[in-house]
């Protein structure tokens, strides 16, 4: 059985930094996508990043480019998100998702979900 687990969120202030931890494990991911996704209280989940398990290709939402990285580190099946530079309006709960048809924003075709680990950017 696919698990995927969060860790590492947590408040920081403005401009600081935070970095997220996906372990995956329940299956082989070497052709998998993982991506990272967020929802604010009251709004949509929104795509945040993701990267090619096997290749390594990165994409980002334009609203954390340069300054949010993804990575994985295959020996240890996890997957991170570093996130520099945070703002408030980055506050949210932080999703880390799996899934087989590429890269891509579309939370629909990732079909497997973490629990969620919660962000909060003070001002």
């Known amino acids: 059985q696919v698990q995927l687990v969060e860790s590492g969120g947590g408040l920081v202030q403005a401009g600081g930094s935070l970095r997220l931890s996906c372990a995956a494990s329940g299956r082989s991911f070497g052709s998998y996508v993982m991506g990272w996704f967020r929802q604010a209280p009251g709004k949509e989940r929104e795509f945040v990043s993701a990267i090619s398990w096997s290749g390594g290709s990165t994409y980002y939402a334009d609203s954390v480019k340069g300054r949010f990285t993804i990575s994985t580190d295959k020996a240890k099946n996890m997957v991170y998100l570093q996130m520099n530079s945070l703002k408030p309006e980055d506050t949210a709960v932080y999703y880390c998702?799996?899934?087989?048809?590429?890269?891509?924003?579309?939370?629909?075709?990732?079909?497997?979900w973490g629990q969620g680990t919660q962000v909060t950017v003070s001002s």
């Open positions: 998702a799996a899934g087989n048809s590429g890269i891509t924003y579309y939370a629909s075709l990732y079909g497997y």
